[in-house]
Every structure is written in structure tokens, then in C-alpha cells.
């Protein structure tokens, strides 16, 4: 536990970026459920990448597709339960069609933060419900065994192996440090 706490400190400087209030809700309800989203996108992260350099040294690439889901992983999901959310990570080029763009609002955040129009974290109120939403960066150069340039990062026995589990895949061609989408933070109760 302690160590989870250090490392959540550590990425939480990384993140440490103003939020940009949506329409309504008053702005102290936004940064209490900004401090929260924060915490859950933050160690979220930090279990996946946790997730997806232990599988890959335990069986390398094509073994270590399956384990790419961290939404599905126990820890992740009793976050769901302490914060009363719902974690998900959205894209523009998406490999699981399950993660799409909820509509051309969400679609339209994500290319911002792509263009670098937007930076840091996000809060929004949609349908009531607070939304925080914070940049997935490929930052670790592991990442890119999987969604880098098809024939330079990623081998082909890689490659036709994500086809085969995804046929529309559009989530390669990326370098270092892009961001490769969002995480999504929906809170289950209703905004004040
Ligand atoms: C072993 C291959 C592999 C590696 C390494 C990998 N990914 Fe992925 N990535 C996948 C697969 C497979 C999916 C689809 C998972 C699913 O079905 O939800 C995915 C999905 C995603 C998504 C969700 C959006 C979408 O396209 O469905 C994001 C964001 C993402 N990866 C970011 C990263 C980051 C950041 C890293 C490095 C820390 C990384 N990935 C490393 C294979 C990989």
C-alpha cells in the first residue's frame, strides 16, 4: 500500500495541471471530483503500465496482448466501488471498438488534446454526471511494440496477430510521447 501511495505522489506531480471546468456545477464541486479523478486515472495508470511491463517480460509481445484490458483487472475495479465511478479509456484510432468516442463532443476533446490545444486534465459535467478525463501518453517505449510503425517497432508475427484479434485496428503509426487517448472517468452520482 505504501508503495502504491509513493508512486501515486510521484504521478500525481506529473499530472499536476489547473482543471478546466465544464458548463454547470460550481467550481468547488469540480475540484473535489477533480482531486478524485486525478487519484483513480492516476493509479489506474499505474497499474496498467505496471500490467503491461510484467506481462511483457513474462512472455513477451504476442503473449501479453491479451493481458491489455486494465479496466477488467480487480484492483481497477475496486476503484469503481471507493469512488463511485467508472473508468474507461477512450481514442480517436481506436483498437477495441468498446472504447470509441461516446459522440462528437468526446471525439472533438481528444483531437484537441492531440493538437496540444489542450494540456493537463479536463472536468466536464455531460447529462449531470461529472466527467474527468486526463491524457494517456505512450510514454514508455514498450508501448510502442504495439502501437508504434508497423515493420520498425512492431515485428510482423506481432502485427498479424493484432489483426487477427482486431481487424479494424487503427491504433499504430504512433512515436514516443504521443498521446494515444484518454482516460475516462465517469462519476455515478449526480452533479450538485
Ligand atoms: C502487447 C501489446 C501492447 C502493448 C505493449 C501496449 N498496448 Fe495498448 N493496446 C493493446 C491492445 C491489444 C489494446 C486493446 C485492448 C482492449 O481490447 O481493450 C490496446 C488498447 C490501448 C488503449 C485503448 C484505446 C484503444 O485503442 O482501444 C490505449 C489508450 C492504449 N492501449 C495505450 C497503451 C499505452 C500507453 C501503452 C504503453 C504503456 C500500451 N498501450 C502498450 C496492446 C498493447
Known sequence: MKKIILSFAVLSICFACGPQAGSPGSSEDL???TTKGKEVAS??????FQEVNDALAEGGT?????FMHPIDNPK???????YACTIGRTSNKIRN????????????LIEAYINGKVQGDTVLVRNDHVI???????SMPACLQCHGQPGVDITESTLAAIRTLY??????????GD??????????????
Open 179 to 192: 498521446v494515444r487517448g484518454l482516460w475516462k472517468v465517469s462519476f455515478k452520482d449526480k452533479a450538485q
Open 43 to 48: 493509479l489506474t495508470q499505474q497499474t496498467f
Open 31 to 33: 475540484t473535489a471530483y
Open 97 to 108: 471498438v468498446a472504447n470509441k468516442p461516446d459522440g462528437p463532443e468526446e471525439l472533438a
Open 76 to 82: 481497477i475495479d475496486s476503484l469503481d466501488r471507493v
Open 132 to 138: 474527468y478525463y486526463q491524457p494517456i501518453l505512450l
Open 62 to 66: 504476442e503473449y501479453a496482448l491479451q
Open 167 to 176: 481487424p479494424d485496428d487503427q491504433a499504430t503509426g504512433y512515436k514516443l
